[in-house]
């Protein structure tokens, strides 16, 4: 688990993968005022733990925000207060390749400016990194898959359904108007772990086919409430990927599922994973009947069953999620649920709130339904 890191002020997040308005959602766990402003951009307060986030690569301390070109730039640099010393490196990157910017030329034109203001250069080992970052307008070279993850892109994809619950597309505090798009310049004050192309699934003890990829996991369980501290709860676990990115983070982690080669193998995933210091309990369980106390839990997160590969020993799909939902509401005050499919309705009659729904495209015939519930 990284040392969380409590930075105060205004901040510009570079975002992760190409689904903004997802990302953006991710980074409200550790962060408040959360706002797209640009292509893989947004601003953000209080930002808290950035080293815990899937789609969020790094945090800088905002400078100022101008129009996307060099001479904005460089007349914004100027114009700020700059309250450091030490050597200096300009980073300048074009997001998505989103405004044309010749980046080369920024770092040397900015690089240059802090140089005239009593600088000295450091490409190699700086005190100080400033992130000059161009972007297009918020939406541009942006994607709901799970491209970014090593799955396919889609060659084509159809008009989400309108289930009547809020999505990214139809929420207006995702994205700030940003015309042509923008330029932010900031100082670099915190990244995340990268660390998930290490705990690849098939790398696990155990292992089967169809594990979510360790990116999207943390992002869930982030999304869910996992932090130091808190109780997370997954009541089909697997082979126990969920859980092993909540415990990553700090949080207590307890399985449960139905089939005992399940519980085996997430009892040795979890403890390859955290260690002997992990907080981590495993029960053979229906998610139906769970053996755990009312409020036993901060939240919940669970991958149910797909259609295709669901094997249901008694009754529906529709009534095993319906009726899992229905527990976990006993259980915790808050769930995120991933499906191939809405389960909006059978989270309403369980007695959930559904707070966002995302749609995450994996492949032509694949969907994932991410339910935000309270």
Request: hydrophobic share 40%; glycine share 10%; aromatic share 4%.
């Amino acid at each position: 688990m990284s040392a969380a890191r409590r930075l105060s002020g205004v901040y510009v997040l570079e975002l992760a993968g190409r689904d903004d308005a997802f990302a953006a959602h991710e980074a409200r766990s550790r962060a408040s005022d959360v706002t797209v402003v640009g292509a893989g951009l947004a601003t953000a307060r209080g930002v808290d733990g950035v080293a815990d986030l899937a789609f969020t690569h790094r945090a800088s301390d905002l400078v100022g925000t101008t129009d996307p070109d060099i001479e904005s730039a460089r007349a914004l640099l100027s114009a700020a207060a700059i309250d450091r010393e030490g050597s200096v490196a300009v980073r300048a990157v074009d997001v998505r390749t989103t405004t044309g910017v010749d980046t080369q030329r920024v770092e040397r034109e900015l690089g240059q400016t802090l140089v005239d203001r009593g600088f000295t250069v450091d490409l190699d080992d700086p005190d100080h990194e400033l992130r000059a970052l161009f972007a297009g307008p918020p939406g541009a070279g942006s994607v709901a898959d799970d491209a970014d993850e090593g799955d396919p892109v889609p060659e084509e994809s159809g008009p989400a359904p309108d289930n009547g619950v809020p999505h990214p597309s139809d929420s207006a505090d995702d994205a700030d108007a940003a015309g042509d798009g923008l330029c932010a310049l900031g100082w670099l004050a915190a990244e995340s772990d990268r660390g998930f192309a290490a705990r690849a699934p098939t790398d696990r003890p155990f292992f089967q086919p169809g594990s979510m990829d360790p990116m999207l996991a943390r992002a869930l369980v982030n999304v869910a409430g996992a932090r130091p501290g808190a109780t997370v709860v997954d009541p089909m676990c697997g082979t126990g990927g969920l859980l092993i990115e909540a415990g990553l983070v700090g949080a207590r982690v307890v399985g449960c599922d139905a089939q005992r080669k399940m519980v085996r193998g997430t009892r040795l995933n979890l403890r390859d994973a955290l260690g002997s210091d992990g907080e981590f309990s495993v029960a053979r369980a229906d998610a139906r009947r769970s053996p755990l106390r009312d409020g036993a839990a901060d939240a919940a997160v669970f991958d149910a069953p797909y259609g295709r590969q669901s094997k249901i020993e008694a009754g529906t799909l529709a009534d095993l999620v319906g009726d899992a939902l229905a527990e976990i509401r006993r259980i915790a005050p808050r769930a995120v649920l991933v499906a191939d499919r809405s389960w909006a309705d059978a989270a309403r009659e369980a007695g959930w709130t559904v707070e966002r729904v995302f749609e995450r495209r994996v492949h032509r015939s694949l969907v994932r339904h991410i339910h935000v519930l309270e």
